[in-house]
């Protein structure tokens, strides 16, 4: 759950706009948040990096460029030679494999916290595509399963479970990335939309229709919540609104599409299978007043965000 209101955030943002000259190349930053905790009191270095990585790389995709170079900052309770060295072998053997290069990283130790954290950075040349970020009207909804929790909301996780621990607290995000780049390259590219679906969960989708438009997802048995989200919804005493908007409940990525011709929806769904994920057609894009409307597969109720 975000403790940055949205009018810090936008301000944030302004403020960064009145540097810019429109010749930067893409970029963008993130790390893995409050999940660092269970990561480094359980030692899974290697699925830490894979969120951080997740992220970020995640993120370039929905910003639709491909990344060229990796920088990073490990932050450490205390020195620890093989969780460093874990950490950096799991970039170099990840960047390896997409062409990024490392170009710097730092190293520190703060000895009043009780939580890893790794910050990457990456920078791309060139977008692959400059298309507005918009779900459109006729859109069909293809949702990607999650990993589970991926890499936020653990402010609520450890409120309602406090020192207690899941194995699905330190299972690692998954990384879209590749499916997406390869998306992007067709020459017949024909997305509108996409989110990660982190902090804010869906209701994020909100901002990527205008007024008139609504978000429509309807329950899908094939991409159903994990079971440790029942399992937090309980507990926690949550309603289905607050899980929708704090957690992704079994999907992590939402792309939005037409149906320009026989199979296009179906194309983008085999990408993904292709890449190992488990994807499917979760809604569409209709007309409406600015919501995200959920069949929720908690209950037989349409909740609206």
Known sequence: M?????????KTLELIRETQNGNEPPGTTDGMGNKGYYHWMHRTFRNATFDALAMVLND??????????????????????????EIVSTLAEECKKRGIAIISGETSYHEHSQELEISVSLIGDKYLDRKPNRFEIGDYLIGVESSGLMSNSFTEIRKIYGDEFRKEFVEPTFIYYDAIINLLKRPDGFINGMAHITGGAFSKLAKLVGKNTDVLMEKNSYLKPHDVFYEIKERGKLTDEE????????VGFVISAPRRSKGDIEEIIAEFISDGFRAASIGKVVQGNGNVRIQSSFSEREIVL
């Open 2 to 10: 975000s403790i940055i209101s949205e009018a810090t955030k936008e």
């Open 60 to 85: 370039a995709a929905v910003k639709r460029f491909q990344a060229r170079y990796l920088q990073n900052h490990i932050m450490v309770p205390k020195e620890d030679g093989e969780a460093i060295i």
């Open 243 to 250: 899980m929708y908007k704090i957690f992704n409940c079994g």
